[in-house]
């Protein structure tokens, strides 16, 4: 008896419907937010799919429970070029749409192997093409966007270590600040730093706002330390950052 091959389907591939063990969800879903322009459904029959207007910025956001997704869409003359991927509070990745007019839903992006878990995905179009939706596949429910920011460097504590409190925290020296960072989400994110670390934040935050430079910063979050870790850092996005404000104190 000859051997039969099951091929998953990959990105470029048409989709007509979900693979197995994934769950689609119409551009039409409650729970998919769109902005940056007006979005419309194209009722000829030619397209069918929702596009927006020629607008730089348009954008369409949701969160979803699980460890993967899809983006189901197709390429036109006119589709974007530039679209940002962002999972939970991190450019991950950037995609076009622009390509022959092909009419159908097929895979435009995949993202597989996330961690289990509630994730917030944006696609964030910087063109004044076009930016295309049929649906979203994923392997769980979706649910109104709200940001999700994870530590990128998680570190698992080994259960065969007991967890032993550090008896001495870290005590402020010298002169210090309060960094307030407002993100684009509204989130505010509060840390207690030696000038030292306040200089560097705002070096860096100048040479990358002239163009040079990475485009994230790690900061170290000191007595914000809590848990079996031997280290906690919280990464900053730079064009997630909306505002910041610097309050300085001395300890002397």
Do not use: C
Not at 59 to 81: E, P, Q, V, Y
Not at 223 to 233: I, W
């Amino acid at each position: 008896m000859g051997k039969s091959t099951i091929f998953a389907a990959s990105v470029g591939d048409p989709l007509v419907k979900p693979e197995e063990g994934w769950t689609r969800y119409e551009f039409d879903d409650e729970n998919i937010t769109y902005g940056g322009g007006k979005w419309f459904r194209d009722n000829s029959g030619t397209l069918s799919w929702n596009s927006p207007w020629q607008v730089t910025g348009t954008n369409f956001k949701f969160n979803f429970t699980g460890t993967k997704l899809r983006l189901i869409s197709t390429t036109w003359w006119s589709g974007s070029d530039d679209i940002d991927v962002i999972i939970d509070g991190v450019k991950v990745d950037k995609i076009s749409l622009k390509g022959s007019d092909i009419k159908g839903p097929r895979i435009m992006y995949e993202k597989l192997e996330l961690s289990q878990g509630e994730h917030s995905v944006e696609f964030i179009n910087n063109t004044k093409n076009y930016l295309f939706l049929y649906s979203i596949d994923t392997d769980g429910p979706l649910s109104p966007y709200q940001p999700v920011e994870t530590n990128p460097n998680p570190i698992d504590p080994d259960p065969e270590q007991p967890i032993v409190p550090d008896p001495q925290p870290e005590q402020p020296s010298g002169d210090r600040a309060i960094l307030v960072v407002t993100m684009t989400t509204g989130l505010e994110k509060e840390y207690d730093l030696p000038m030292s670390d306040i200089n560097a934040f705002l070096n860096w935050y100048d040479a990358r706002d002239a163009g040079s430079g990475p485009a994230k910063l790690a900061i170290n979050k000191y007595s914000n330390n809590k848990g079996p870790f031997s280290k906690r850092t919280d990464y900053v996005i730079f064009d997630k950052i909306l505002t910041f404000e610097v309050n300085e104190y001395s300890t002397n």
